[in-house]
């Protein structure tokens, strides 16, 4: 993963950012409508989440389905 491409995550995901999920491809994918909150982007790019009931799964941009939170509103 290109330095450019995590950093451009880490401006659109920073830490403390509440998601709310809308698919997830992994068999073991936390539920759908599931929020949760960025914990960090890591080296691969993958955003490393903690999700609302205890999950720590990661999501993966283009391949995972995800809205952001913004106040009470979800924003894509």
């Known amino acids: 993963m290109s330095n450019k491409y995590v950093d451009d995550l880490i ?3 920073p830490e403390g950012t509440r998601i709310k999920l809308n698919y997830m491809v ?3 994918s936390v539920p759908k409508g599931t929020c949760g909150t ?3 982007i890591d080296e691969q790019g993958r955003i490393r989440m903690d999700w609302d009931n205890g ?3 990661a999501l993966i ?3 995972d ?3 952001i939170i913004k106040g009470n509103k979800f924003e894509r």
């Open 38 to 40: 960025v914990q960090y």
């Open 61 to 63: 941009e283009g391949l």
């Open 65 to 67: 389905s995800f809205e």
């Open 55 to 57: 999950q720590t799964l």
């Open 11 to 13: 401006k659109r995901y």
């Open 26 to 28: 992994s068999r073991q």
